[in-house]
């Protein structure tokens, strides 16, 4: 946090003051106190009370002192804020290989329940889209900030959607750009903000070179974030017969790397929520420092409506 007028904090000396003549004032006035002899007449002057309460308003009171010194301050600190038009597509492996219960219920249902819980935490502002992938990729649902369809999307995703068996990471990548530069009528001239959330569980087998749409998302200025699903011990079930699919996230990693985006690893559903949870705290987002005196100020405020209403609520009367 930095401060705007920082001089202005010699202020808080006149707090410190002010809180220096209270306790001598306190001081004063249990050393003169009245002595009454008549027990009864004390009683109703002076009833018995617990000894905190005289002192709770004027707490207050000095702590708001402090908060509006501060505000007074203009502090700033570094916020997030959405980027305008920021756009997350989020594309999922729908090959054969995530069908493998190395992750309970298997790769792909856990997938899809990690994928809406990671939409539903963006900010309604954001623009969402889904795109599912195995030897081909397609748009399974184009951004926007519906998340009705795009939930609807989520759970149509299976195993063999795409038509085509294999795992085209490279398609992935170029379809999600595709669908990110038809956002809006603007999208051609002013590219939206935008990432790809891609989640696969081995290297790519088809279609476009994974670097090439690599290089592609670089010129777009489009991050990809990628997610390796799975364990080394995965498995699918064909005919009676298992057939081992191990995880491998070598091809992603290198994405990852060369658009400047993040790499991840999960070998469960709770590591992949996790993730995707660090994933959301960074997409979409700038930092930009700002002024945040209102928060002190605001805060002063409330403390100075609980000082007045304790003293009037047991002395009758404002501090």
């Known amino acids: 946090m930095t401060w705007q007028s920082p001089a202005r904090l010699w202020l808080l000396l006149g707090v410190l003051a002010v809180a220096a003549g209270y306790l001598l004032a306190q001081r004063r006035r249990s050393r003169y106190a ?4 008549n027990l009864r007449l004390l009683d109703r002057v002076a009833p018995d009370r ?29 916020v997030r804020v959405p980027r305008e038009r920021a756009t997350v597509m989020v594309a999922v492996d729908v090959s054969t290989s995530m069908l493998a219960t190395d992750v309970a219920p298997d790769r792909l249902t856990a997938a899809k329940a990690a994928a809406r819980r990671f939409v539903d935490g963006l900010p309604d502002e954001f623009n969402v889209g889904l795109v599912a992938f195995a030897g081909s990729a397609a748009v399974v649902v184009p951004p926007g900030t519906d998340r009705e369809p795009l939930h609807e999307g989520i759970e149509r995703l299976a195993e063999g959607s795409t038509g085509v068996q294999g795992t085209a990471i490279g398609e992935a990548i170029s379809t999600s750009l595709g669908a990110v530069k038809g956002l809006d009528s603007e999208a051609a001239k002013e590219p939206p903000p935008a990432r790809v959330i ?38 699918v079930d064909r005919g009676g017969r298992p057939i081992q699919v191990p995880v491998d996230g070598q091809t992603l990693k290198a994405v990852a790397e060369e658009t400047g985006g993040g790499f991840h690893e999960a070998t469960n559903s709770e590591e992949l929520r996790a993730v995707y949870d660090d994933i959301g705290t960074s997409v979409g987002y700038r930092r930009e ?6 928060r ?24």
């Open 289 to 294: 420092r700002q002024d945040v005196s209102a």
């Open 198 to 235: 891609l989640l696969s569980d081995g290297a790519n087998t088809s279609g476009m070179d994974p670097m090439e749409a690599a290089a592609e998302a670089v010129a777009a200025k489009v991050q990809v974030h990628a997610i390796s699903f799975g364990t080394l011990s995965g498995s």
């Open 34 to 37: 009245v002595r009454f002899t």
């Open 296 to 319: 002190f100020i605001g805060l002063g405020l409330v403390l100075a409506m609980g000082a007045a209403a304790g003293s009037m609520r047991w002395f009758s009367r404002l501090p």
């Open 50 to 78: 617990p000894a905190w309460r005289r002192h709770v308003p004027a707490g207050l009171f000095l702590a708001m002192l402090a908060l509006l010194v501060v505000g007074f301050a203009r502090p700033s600190a570094e």
